[in-house]
Nanobody
Framework: QVQLVESGGGLVQAGGSLRLSCAAS????????MGWFRQAPGKEREFVAT????????YYAGSVKGRFTISRDNAKNTVYLQMNSLKPEDTAVYYC????????????????WGQGTQVTVSS
């Protein structure tokens, strides 16, 4: 069992930065691939970024590549999402998720989810 708690969301102007954190409980955190997803009002949950258990492989959605960076610290049971050059279209609730079977872009295959943190980017 893994419990996930996101933090770091907030209101920022376009062009600004935020760093999201996702703290995980459970001794097996280091064996899970982790993902960040987001959901805007009226839209489906969409893939943002994912990282393998070792941190050796990273994957990004095209819309955030070059602006967002996913990382993890297994000693701290935490995964991060550094978001730079934010745009109004990045406004959404951001969720972290854990998957025991490797990375995936599909939210349907993740095993555990956090409660989400709101990110609002003003123009």
């Amino acid at each position: 069992q893994v419990q996930l708690v996101e933090s770091g969301g907030g209101l920022v102007q376009a062009g600004g930065s935020l760093r999201l954190s996702c703290a995980a409980s459970g001794r097996t955190f280091s064996s899970y691939a982790m993902g960040w997803f987001r959901q805007a009002p009226g839209k489906e949950r969409e893939f943002v970024a994912t990282i393998t258990w070792s941190g050796g492989n990273l994957y990004y959605a095209g819309s955030v590549k070059g602006r967002f960076t996913i990382s993890r610290d297994n000693a701290k049971n935490t995964v991060y999402l550094q978001m730079n050059s934010l745009k109004p279209e990045d406004t959404a609730v951001y969720y972290c998720a854990a998957r025991s079977s490797g990375t995936s872009w599909s939210p349907r295959v993740y095993d555990y989810w956090g409660q989400g943190t709101q990110v609002t980017v003003s123009s």
